[in-house]
């Protein structure tokens, strides 16, 4: 079993309270970075860990900390990415909701290192009774001094606001975060300049997301080098996984990267393989985002490796045959769900969540959205396959901010893999309306084999 | 179908409203009060259900900005109301990994149940609902949400809806 290092205390009882976090080590890490590190030091650490951010793009968290620019009398800021909106995805919510207060020590040891004074968790709106849990969580943290006028007597001031967005995906890209932290639409900004250099109200900022700030907690207790134990190469550590879909279990895991995917998916401590007794039949290992897998390519990579669950297994093959990890939110497919509906689904997902700023991106996902509503609804073409593959080759890479990119690699990864299902939707529309899901014979042929045997 | 009409009618923002406006403000450094449009148009939503345009000039009052600052915000964002609602609006999840699990069967029934279509009031004023996009609880779908409090149901069946709608109906004739 792999050892926990954010959910260790999920289930002890009242351990979203201060004093049963506290009774469980909660904040030695606070004390820790602010009596025995300097603020380069805990970089330093965090560097030293390996961790990689865990909202979506994986990015070192330590480089990003050190690149933050720190120009004499101006504001520094820390901005925490709540937003968790990327379908597939629902770990932040999950931590936020029972373990708040590893998410405001690990704000308020960041914060020290990167020279804060105030720093705010941009919570997507949606989550109100989270907003209430962590600003509940906040006033605890104060009143036990651990926020406000000169924390632990170190003379280092910071005060912890909780902002609600208003609903838009689009505010979890951290300019677009940005912008609505400041009251206005969630437009990204063109990059450069990067947050680090100028972010909130124009002034050099971190983003991070939930799950890299609580990370940092460990990080600190047991430093950099105990948690790069964890993991496997360059995916250090461990890692929350949303799992949902056709699982046994569904539910929000914490895994040592590198866990074979197989054991993921299959065995009780896990996901405890698909519901009702059905066949896998595709994988979304990462997100909505990320490119969709068929059960055998994602089983095991084209090389006929065991894959794992770490960045660079997941991506091994490319866009040919491998997909991403993501933010880590893992949606099953079984047998009878239909990857045209699907991806049709995450189609007008997308085209309802794109700020319009960019034609490619307004015009394209919503072009895409109507052939794929066509195809699913029986009035698709033949030639609508190389449609969809071409309009998202010219949203991928022209566009101001990546949802441009997320909104074409499912539709290009679903038709590189699936197209015989599109076109069986084409030849046998009556059919395909009819019985509404798709072809089977992508089922996982690990189980099959099993069946057989 | 209850009409619910588009009004102008003026606005007046309780002691309470205004004490939460100005504890939104001080979040923020000197002259970036702006920031504090999200978090009270929540509130203010909170008040009175919907953003009416007199309710959204108050807020540009409050907040020192021009009101078009306040209507271009609000008419981006999906979780601020620009006309009136039933009491109660039901928002479940439409996403992928809930229809996985039959979100479109929960929608389905709820249009059945309240005989109204997506995004009208029903008869009694009390009840609308509508689809929304991914609410970060897909391994526990099918989802609902419930402003203002943001009340969540999870794993819904047609019969647990059920059980919710009479829930609110006898709450709200109490
Ligand atoms: C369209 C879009 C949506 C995103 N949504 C989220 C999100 O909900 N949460 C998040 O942490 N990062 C999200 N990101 C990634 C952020 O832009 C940013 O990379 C991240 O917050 C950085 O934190 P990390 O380095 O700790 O991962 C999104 C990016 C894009 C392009
Ligand atoms: S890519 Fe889409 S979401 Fe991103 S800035 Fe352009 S239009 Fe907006
Ligand atoms: S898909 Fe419904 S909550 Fe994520």
């Known amino acids: 079993m792999g050892r926990k290092l954010l959910l260790e205390h999920i289930n002890v009882p009242g351990i979203n309270t201060y004093d049963v976090y506290r009774s469980k080590g909660g904040y030695t890490a606070v004390e820790k970075a602010m009596k025995t590190l300097t603020p380069e030091e805990i970089v330093e650490e965090v560097k030293k860990s390996g961790l990689r951010g865990r909202g979506g793009a994986g990015f070192p968290t330590g480089m990003k900390w050190s690149f933050l620019a720190k120009p004499e009398g101006v504001a520094r800021y820390l901005v925490c990415n709540a937003d968790e909106s990327e379908p597939g995805t629902f770990k932040d919510r999950y931590l936020m909701t029972y373990i708040p207060h590893l998410l405001i020590e690990g704000m308020i040891v960041a914060s020290f290192a990167l020279g804060a004074n105030t720093s705010y968790i941009y919570v997507r709106g949606e989550m109100m009774p989270q907003i209430r849990i962590l600003e509940r969580a906040i006033a605890e943290a104060k009143n036990a001094g651990f926020l406000g006028k000169n924390i632990l007597g170190t003379g280092y001031d910071l005060e912890l606001y909780v902002q609600p967005g208003g609903g838009a995906y689009i505010c979890g890209e951290e300019t677009a975060l940005l912008e609505s932290l400041e009251g206005k639409r969630g437009n990204p900004r063109i990059k450069p300049p990067f947050p680090a250099i100028a972010g909130l109200y124009g002034c050099p900022t971190v983003v991070n997301n939930v799950e890299s700030i609580a990370a940092v907690v460990p990080i600190i207790n047991d430093g950099g080098d105990e948690y790069a134990k964890l993991g496997i190469g360059r995916s250090t550590g461990t890692k929350l996984i949303s799992a949902g879909g056709n699982l046994k279990k569904p539910g929000v895991y914490e895994i040592d990267l590198g866990l074979p995917v197989e054991e993921f998916l299959y065995s009780d401590e896990y996901c405890g393989g698909i519901a009702n007794g059905k066949r896998l039949k595709a994988v979304v290992a990462g997100g909505s985002s990320v490119p969709i897998l068929p059960a055998n390519l994602f089983m095991k990579t084209i090389n006929n490796e065991p894959r794992l669950m770490s960045y660079e297994s997941l991506a091994d093959g490319g866009f040919v045959s491998g997909t991403m990890m993501g933010s880590g939110g893992f949606i099953a497919y079984d047998e009878d769900q239909c990857i045209v509906r699907n991806t049709w689904n995450f189609a007008r997902f997308y085209s309802h969540e794109s700020c319009g700023q960019c034609s490619p991106c307004r015009e394209g996902t919503g072009w895409m959205e109507k052939v794929l509503h066509r195809l699913e609804n029986g009035h698709g073409k033949m030639s609508d396959m190389d449609l969809l593959v071409d309009v998202s080759k010219k949203i991928e890479g022209n566009t101001i901010c990546p949802l441009g990119d997320a909104a074409a690699w499912p539709v290009a990864s679903a038709i590189r893999h699936f197209r015989d299902e599109f076109e069986w939707h084409v030849t046998n529309a009556a059919t395909a309306v009819r019985r509404n899901y798709g072809i089977a014979h992508y089922a996982d042929p690990l189980i099959i084999a099993e069946k057989a045997g | ?174």
Not at chain 2, 154 to 172: C, F, G, W, Y
């Open chain 2, 1 to 174: 179908m209850l009409k619910v009409e588009h009004t102008h009618e003026p606005v007046e923002f309780s002691e309470a409203l205004v004490g939460l406006i100005a504890d939104k403000i001080i979040r923020y450094p000197e002259g970036k009060q702006k920031s504090a449009l999200l978090p009270v148009m929540h509130d203010v939503q909170a008040e009175f259900g919907w953003l009416s345009v007199p309710a959204m000039d108050k807020v540009a009052e409050y907040l020192k900005i021009e009101p078009i600052e306040v209507y271009e915000v609000a008419s981006f964002y999906t979780m601020y109301f620009l006309r009136p609602q039933g009491k109660f609006v039901l928002e479940v999840c439409r996403t992928s990994p809930c229809c996985l699990v039959g979100a479109e069967k929960i929608m389905d029934h709820l249009e059945q149940k309240l005989g109204v279509k997506e995004g009208e009031v029903t008869a009694d004023g009390l009840f609308s609902w509508r689809g929304v996009e991914c609410l970060a609880a897909c391994g526990f779908g099918p989802v609902l949400q419930i402003g203002p409090e943001y009340t969540f149901y999870e794993n819904l069946t047609n019969e647990s809806v059920d059980q919710l709608i009479s829930d609110l109906t006898a709450k709200a004739n109490n």
